[in-house]
Structure formats: structure tokens, C-alpha cells
């Protein structure tokens, strides 16, 4: 299974602004271009709940035809399942809960999985497992930063999309790409790829774990 991820960071390191509960993009429209024809090579598109807080509506590509299957990683199954991404019966969801809990005071729609895969060792593999045994061939990690570095410190992420855009944000509070976390084993990373559009930096990049 392919598993890659596209994000985009500003010259601090950060992949958007400080205390928002809606998404703000820091990309100009071509960055938004490349993550719509990114979602195209994907049968999957996984993120997690501050990401679905944010934009809690489907992760369209440009293909109508397409439906990826959603999944969504939560350590407290705190999300509105009322919300517009699940009135949609012909995507399937699951939602990955961090604990035992796999019930909610509101009942999940019937295309909505709920699978209990606790966060302790172990628990990324056992997530990729499931995503593979839904019939997933390639997988797009769209965020936040945590969900990124918890696949990295997985040595699970192979490749990144990554837009430098030149902006600094400035503030410590901030989301962070890595979340502000350390890897225990960085990956080594080679360019696979790289084009300028106007003012942005757009790079391929290929992981490998030693």
C-alpha cells in the first residue's frame, strides 16, 4: 500500500494559524490545486479530528466519480456525527477511536465504522493493517501535524507533498508540522521532485527508514 501525505508549511514551520476552528488555508490556489489532483490518486484519505474540526465535509478531488474511503483517527470520539461529511452514504467512513470507547451518545450512520485501536505500541501497524484489509491500495494523509509525525515515527509514510510557502506565521501556539514532536529514527530523505510556482515551492519527497 502506497501511503503519502500532502501538506503545506509556512517558513517556521507551521501548517496554519494559531486557535482557529475552521480551516484556514496559508497556500494560494495552486497549492489547493495540487492537493484536489493528490486526492485523485488516493482510494484512501485518512486525518484526524482536529483536521475533520476544521473542515468536517468531504475531501473532494477533482473526479465526481471518485469516492475515497475515509478514515479518521480520534483519541476521544469528541465529533459530530451530524456533520455534513457523514451525509454522504456513498463514501465510506471509519473512524478510528484511541481508546476501548466505540460508542457515542449519537448513533453513527450505517456506512460509518467505528474500530476501538487503542494508542500504545503497535497501534499504527494495527491501523494500517484494517486500512489494507478495506481494499486500500493507496493512502493520502492529509493531517494534522500529529497524524503526520505518528506515521513517520511509524516509518509507515513514504512519500510527502510538501508547498513551502513564504509566509511566516510567528506564533509559538501555532500547529506545527511534526506537532513539535522528535522522531526517534528520522527518515532519509531524497527529492524526488520540485517546481515554482509564483511564490510557492512545491517538493516530492521520498522517505526511507533505516
Same mark, same amino acid.
Given at each position: 500500500m502506497r501511503v503519502f501525505a500532502c501538506m503545506a508549511t509556512s517558513l517556521d514551520g507551521k501548517i496554519g494559524p494559531a486557535g482557529v476552528d475552521q480551516f484556514v488555508? &496559508?497556500?494560494?490556489? !495552486? *497549492?489547493? =490545486?495540487? +492537493?484536489?489532483? %493528490?486526492? *485523485?490518486?488516493? *482510494?484512501? &484519505?485518512l486525518f484526524g479530528a482536529s483536521t475533520f474540526r476544521t473542515w468536517p465535509k468531504v475531501h473532494y478531488g477533482n473526479? #465526481?466519480?471518485?469516492?475515497?474511503h475515509h478514515f479518521i483517527m480520534s483519541r476521544s470520539l469528541d465529533l459530530d456525527l451530524q456533520a455534513e461529511l457523514f451525509q454522504h452514504p456513498e463514501i465510506p467512513i471509519t473512524i478510528f477511536s484511541g481508546t476501548q /470507547?466505540? /460508542?457515542?451518545?449519537?448513533h453513527p450512520p450505517d456506512h460509518v465504522e467505528i474500530v476501538s485501536i487503542p494508542e500504545q505500541p503497535g497501534q499504527m501497524d494495527s491501523i494500517l493493517k484494517h486500512i489494507q484489509g478495506c481494499g486500500i491500495e493507496s493512502l493520502l494523509?492529509?493531517?494534522?501535524?500529529? &497524524? %503526520? !509525525?505518528?506515521?513517520?515515527?511509524?516509518?509507515? +509514510?513514504?512519500e510527502l507533498y510538501l508547498t513551502l510557502v513564504p509566509k511566516v506565521i510567528g506564533d509559538k501556539r501555532a500547529p506545527a508540522l511534526l506537532a513539535g514532536q522528535s +522522531? @526517534?529514527?528520522? #527518515? $532519509?530523505?531524497? &527529492?524526488?521532485? @520540485? /517546481? $515554482?510556482?509564483? =511564490?510557492?515551492?512545491? +517538493?516530492h519527497l521520498e522517505f526511507k527508514y533505516t
Open positions: 488555508a &496559508i497556500g494560494s490556489r !495552486y *497549492d489547493m =490545486d495540487n +492537493l484536489m489532483a %493528490l486526492r *485523485d490518486e488516493a *482510494d484512501g &484519505i473526479d #465526481p466519480a471518485r469516492n475515497p /470507547k466505540t /460508542k457515542t451518545n449519537q494523509i492529509e493531517g494534522g501535524g500529529h &497524524i %503526520l !509525525y505518528r506515521f513517520m515515527e511509524a516509518s509507515a +509514510l513514504e +522522531l @526517534s529514527r528520522p #527518515p $532519509q530523505v531524497s &527529492i524526488l521532485g @520540485s /517546481k $515554482q510556482v509564483e =511564490d510557492e515551492t512545491f +517538493l
